[in-house]
């Protein structure tokens, strides 16, 4: 993996603000629109999910960029639990559940993917 100098190089910063798009757009055009509880955490936890990578990246040290990055990960798990709620209530499309599950998954095995590269790094380094 070649230098990163941005945080918006990373790839698992570019697909959670893809889904971030995706659940905004979702959230306006559904039944969730009128459920405002519901539909403000769904929207927090894909935020925090895409901002805690971006502050992870700024931190100094390598172990508190792992550390925001787990954040992001536990956001995305929240982000998945809710898809459930959201297809138990019958809030969205069930192609909309398929592709949020997956852009979900996606997402979080990308962030997950950059904590095992940076801790294999690491601890090759050390």
Do not use: P
């Not at 993996?1 to 889904?19: N, P, V, Y």
């Not at 979702?26 to 805690?52: G, W």
């Not at 956001?75 to 499309?93: C, F, G, N, T, W």
Request: aromatic share 10%; with cysteine; charged share 35%.
């Amino acid at each position: 993996m070649g230098k990163i100098e941005r945080f918006e190089d990373l790839k698992c910063w570019q697909e959670s603000r893809s889904l971030v798009k995706r659940i905004f757009t979702i959230c306006e055009k559904s039944r969730l629109s009128k459920d405002y509880d519901l539909k403000s955490q769904f929207r927090r936890a894909a935020l925090s999910s895409m901002n805690n990578i971006a502050e992870g990246f700024a931190r100094y040290h390598q172990k508190e960029f792992v550390r925001f990055l787990d954040y992001s990960q536990s956001s995305l798990s929240e982000v998945k639990s809710i898809v459930y709620v959201l297809e138990d209530m019958k809030y969205i499309e069930d192609e909309d559940i398929k592709d949020l599950h997956a852009s979900v998954d996606k997402t979080r095995n990308l962030t997950l993917g950059l904590i095992k590269y940076i801790n294999r790094t690491t601890n090759a380094i050390s």
